[in-house]
């Protein structure tokens, strides 16, 4: 606040000098309180790595499928037949799979699906690298796509394994691929915060992140090798 110095001088002549203190009041109201902004977290180097590798996998199982998909259709307009790369033995015929009716469970090729999903999760990921922040919502929504990824995966293990009974590889690599993103997606978000959990949870995902991923992946692979072992061994 202003403070204005008055002199005056006494009309006695004696030259005495009296000092006035005035005190300027602002009439301005105080600022009110900015409001608290949600925070906003972004993953590190690793994780925004780890984002673009499994992203850039699935998406390049899923354009290739879409490729030879188109491929086997061309040929059957034409009265041919079409056998994918990856179609090696009655077990590992990624054509089998394809043709199958689970390969195009909403009216599409899946792999058309494929191909934005995997998209997006490498957008994420360039977006992390470039130091990007995001809220809780934007987390939680991320990982619920990535929850509904792997649920859809697992349908498809199962269709492939027990109905179908034959084996696609890159389908196998975009199962991998959103496996390990599920779990790392989901460890962040226990451990940022987002998603209610113990103490002891959050301290097991802060360590020992990998041993999800692993175990979940080698469960898939022990039904695999169990599922044809007479074919293994043969």
């Not at 000092?19 to 993953?43: F, L």
């Not at 491929?71 to 009655?90: D, Q, Y």
Request: hydrophobic share 50%; proline share 5%.
């Amino acid at each position: 606040m202003a403070l204005t110095e008055a002199v005056r001088i006494s009309s006695d002549g004696i030259g005495g000098m009296s000092k006035t203190t005035v005190k300027d009041v602002s009439t301005e109201p105080e600022p009110e309180s900015a409001e608290i902004a949600p925070r906003r977290e972004g993953g590190s180097r690793a994780f925004a790595l780890m984002l673009m590798i499994t992203g850039a996998a699935g998406l390049l199982a899923a354009w290739v499928i879409t490729i030879d998909k188109f491929k086997i259709l061309e040929a059957k307009v034409e009265g041919k037949t079409f056998t994918p790369g990856c179609s090696f033995n009655p077990v590992v015929s990624c054509g089998s799979v394809m043709e199958s009716k689970q390969a195009a469970v909403f009216g599409f090729p899946n792999p058309m699906l494929g191909l934005v999903c995997y998209g997006i999760v490498i957008c994420v990921g360039v977006s992390l690298l470039a130091r990007a922040r995001f809220p809780r919502w934007y987390w939680l929504t991320f990982n619920a796509g990535c929850l509904f990824g792997v649920g859809f995966c697992a349908w498809l293990m199962f269709q492939s394994l027990y109905r179908i009974n034959a084996l696609c590889l890159w389908c196998s690599l975009a199962w991998v691929a959103t496996i390990i993103m599920f779990w790392y997606v989901t460890s962040f978000n226990i451990r940022k915060g987002f998603l209610p959990a113990p103490n002891w949870l959050k301290s097991f995902f802060g360590e020992f992140t990998w041993v999800m991923p692993v175990l979940h992946i080698g469960i898939i692979g022990m039904l695999v090798l169990t599922r044809w072992w007479d074919f293994w061994t043969s």
